[in-house]
């Protein structure tokens, strides 16, 4: 049912069934719908695509899948807010950005019946998504040491790399992500006792589900490399903002090298992340 621009009549004009029902019953039956003032109704996705009848319904997946992509939503029109929520917990429902109508600034996770999404109909019937997106930054200090006591070694400052040590590797788990997470960029955080000449790298590493494991380095992700004495705050930021997915684990891998008289301390890094709530 679409929207009728109501008409305007002289006065004592008199109006036939047909009329009251086109400009006034159906209208309102449509400002109703469009309000969702009513349950949420269900929809099963069906090749990636929904048909909305109101303005709020919960997905389901196809056949109860796990998970299941959803990327056109049809039965909108120029101006319509549509509210979406997961039928079931355990059948996560992926938006995915920028195809089939949705344009969503990244793929969004439905994977509990608490988080909903509401999204907007423009003139050409794309929808987009109306959100509140907070940026925060997020603390990450728990390294993963290869060889402690012998390469990079737990104190309490941090992560310590002492003198005369070559090319040794220590890792940061990003272990705070949520799925539909964005990464925007990070800050490396320490100090560096320069004897002679010290260097110390750092880069942001996807590792991807697959047989065997796949690491990718993330673009903009490696900081200028630190080469000098003194503390630093060391930032780097994507070139493109990565979007959390299922499937994937981030993880800041450094790599240091000291001679006589150098050490390095790494107190963590300050990751900051864009999170819809």
Same mark, same amino acid.
């Given at each position: 049912?679409?929207?009728?621009?109501?008409?305007?009549?002289?006065?004592?004009?008199?109006?036939?069934?047909?009329?009251?029902?086109?400009?006034?019953?159906?209208?309102?039956?449509?400002?109703?719908?469009?309000?969702?003032?009513?349950?949420?109704?269900?929809?099963?996705?069906?090749?990636?695509?929904?048909?909305?009848?109101?303005?709020?319904?919960?997905?389901?997946?196809?056949?109860?899948?796990?998970?299941?992509?959803?990327?056109?939503?049809?039965?909108?029109?120029?101006?319509?807010?549509?509210?979406?929520?997961?039928?079931?917990?355990?059948?996560?429902?992926?938006?995915?950005?920028?195809?089939?109508?949705?344009?969503?600034?990244?793929?969004?996770?439905?994977?509990?019946?608490?988080?909903?999404?509401?999204?907007?109909?423009?003139?050409?019937?794309?929808?987009?998504?109306?959100?509140?997106?907070?940026?925060?930054?997020?603390?990450?200090?728990?390294?993963?040491?290869?060889?402690?006591?012998?390469?990079?070694?737990?104190?309490?400052?941090?992560?310590? *790399?002492?003198?005369? @040590?070559?090319?040794?590797?220590?890792?940061? $788990? /990003?272990?705070?992500?949520? #799925? =539909?997470?964005?990464? %925007?960029?990070?800050?490396?955080?320490?100090?560096?006792?320069?004897?002679?000449?010290?260097? *110390?790298?750092?880069? @942001?590493?996807?590792?991807?589900?697959?047989? $065997? /494991?796949?690491?990718?380095? #993330? =673009?903009?992700?490696? %900081?200028?490399?630190?080469?000098?004495?003194?503390?630093?705050?060391?930032?780097?930021?994507?070139?493109?903002?990565?979007?959390?997915?299922?499937?994937?684990?981030?993880? /800041?891998?450094?790599?240091?090298?000291?001679?006589?008289?150098?050490?390095?301390?790494?107190?963590?890094?300050?990751?900051?992340?864009?999170?819809?709530?």
């Amino acid at each position: 049912m679409a929207w009728t621009n109501p008409a305007t009549w002289a006065a004592n004009a008199v109006l036939t069934g047909a009329q009251l029902n086109t400009h006034l019953r159906d209208n309102l039956l449509y400002l109703k719908t469009i309000i969702g003032k009513g349950a949420a109704v269900e929809l099963t996705i069906n090749g990636g695509s929904v048909t909305v009848t109101q303005a709020y319904h919960k997905i389901d997946t196809a056949g109860d899948a796990a998970t299941d992509d959803l990327d056109t939503i049809a039965g909108v029109n120029e101006g319509d807010i549509i509210i979406l929520r997961a039928e079931d917990a355990t059948h996560t429902v992926i938006l995915r950005n920028g195809t089939g109508n949705l344009i969503l600034g990244g793929d969004i996770y439905l994977d509990d019946v608490n988080k909903h999404v509401i999204l907007v109909c423009d003139d050409a019937s794309d929808l987009h998504l109306l959100h509140e997106a907070r940026e925060v930054t997020f603390m990450a200090n728990a390294f993963q040491y290869p060889a402690p006591g012998t390469d990079w070694t737990p104190q309490l400052e941090g992560a310590g *790399l002492a003198a005369d @040590l070559a090319a040794k590797n220590v890792w940061l $788990p /990003l272990n705070f992500l949520k #799925i =539909g997470d964005e990464i %925007i960029s990070y800050k490396l955080v320490g100090d560096a006792t320069e004897g002679n000449a010290l260097t *110390l790298d750092c880069k @942001l590493v996807r590792v991807g589900l697959a047989d $065997p /494991l796949d690491t990718d380095d #993330i =673009g903009g992700g490696g %900081i200028t490399q630190i080469d000098a004495g003194g503390n630093f705050d060391s930032e780097a930021v994507l070139a493109a903002i990565e979007t959390v997915a299922t499937d994937k684990q981030y993880v /800041l891998e450094l790599l240091g090298t000291t001679t006589g008289g150098d050490s390095i301390i790494v107190m963590g890094a300050e990751v900051l992340i864009r999170r819809l709530v």
